[in-house]
C-alpha cells in the first residue's frame, strides 16, 4: 500500500463546477504539499499546510492531521485549471529533512 | 527574483554513458532536493542537500550521485546509464529544510 494515497486518479468536470481532490496519508508528517502540473510542464506549488485551511483565489486546501487527511477544492472551474494535482507529504523522519513522498496524482480535466 | 534553472533542458544519451545534471536554486535559497518522474513510478525523492551536505537519500541504486557547492548549485550525476533511466529529473529548492519547495522545470533524459 503506498503511503500517500489520492483519489480520484481520473476526473473530468464541467466549467464552473466545485472539484474535490482527496488525499489519505499513513506516516507521520510535518507539513503536506499540493503541487500542480500541467502537461509536459513543470510542478507549481500550490500549498504547503501543517494544519488547517489556506485558500488562495479560487483554490482551497485543508488538512486533519487527526484522521491524516486532505482536501484540495477548486471552486468554479476552469478549462485552464485541467492539470495533475499531486500530493505530497513532508515526512517525520527523526530529523530535519526536505524529502517528499507523492501521491500518484489526480488527472482532471475541466471541459467548456 | 529569478526561478530554479535545469540545465540542460532536454538530454539523449546511449546505454553505458554517464550524465551530470545541474540546478541553479533560487537566490538565497540553500536547500535543494533532487526528484525523478517517470510514467510507471510517478516521482520519487532522489536526494537533498543542504549548506554543501547530503541529508537524505532516496531509494536508488549507487550510480545515481550528487553534490552541492558553496553557492547552493546543485549537480547530480548518473553513471553507467539504462534505458530505466529516462525519466524527467526535477530538482527543487527553498531556504531551509521546513519551507515551500520552488520546482525546476526539470532535465527530460532519454536513453537509448
Known amino acids: 500500500k503506498n503511503e500517500v494515497e489520492q483519489s480520484p486518479q481520473n476526473l473530468t468536470a464541467q466549467e464552473g463546477e466545485f472539484i474535490t481532490i482527496n488525499c489519505s496519508y499513513s506516516?507521520?508528517?510535518?507539513?503536506l504539499h499540493w503541487l500542480q502540473q500541467h502537461p509536459g510542464g513543470g510542478i507549481v506549488s500550490l500549498f504547503m499546510?501543517?494544519?488547517g485551511k489556506k485558500k488562495h483565489g479560487r483554490l482551497i486546501a485543508t488538512i486533519n492531521i487527526q484522521e491524516k487527511h486532505s482536501s484540495l477544492h477548486i471552486t468554479a472551474s476552469h478549462p485552464r485549471d485541467s492539470a495533475v494535482y499531486i500530493c505530497?507529504?513532508?515526512?517525520?523522519?527523526?530529523?530535519?529533512?526536505?524529502?517528499?513522498?507523492f501521491g500518484t496524482g489526480t488527472l482532471l480535466a475541466v471541459q467548456p | 527574483k529569478a526561478g530554479v534553472t535545469q540545465t540542460p533542458r532536454y538530454l539523449i544519451k546511449t546505454r553505458g554513458q554517464q550524465v551530470t545534471l545541474s540546478c541553479s536554486p533560487i537566490?538565497?535559497?540553500?536547500?535543494v532536493s533532487w526528484y525523478q518522474q517517470t510514467p510507471g513510478q510517478g516521482l520519487q525523492f532522489l536526494f537533498e542537500?543542504?549548506?554543501?551536505?547530503?541529508?537524505n537519500k532516496g531509494n536508488f541504486p549507487g550510480r545515481f550521485s550528487g553534490r552541492q557547492f558553496s553557492n547552493s548549485r546543485s549537480e547530480m550525476n548518473v553513471s553507467t546509464l539504462e534505458l530505466g533511466d529516462s525519466a524527467l529529473y526535477l530538482c527543487?529548492?527553498?531556504?531551509?529544510?521546513?519551507?515551500?519547495?520552488?520546482f525546476g522545470p526539470g532535465t527530460r533524459l532519454t536513453v537509448t
Open positions: 527543487a529548492s527553498s531556504a531551509t529544510w521546513a519551507d515551500e519547495q520552488y
Open positions: 499546510l501543517s494544519s
Open positions: 537566490s538565497g535559497h540553500r536547500s
Open positions: 505530497a507529504v513532508r515526512g517525520v523522519y527523526g530529523g530535519a529533512t526536505n524529502k517528499l513522498i
Open positions: 506516516v507521520g508528517i510535518s507539513a
Open positions: 542537500y543542504f549548506s554543501e551536505t547530503q541529508r
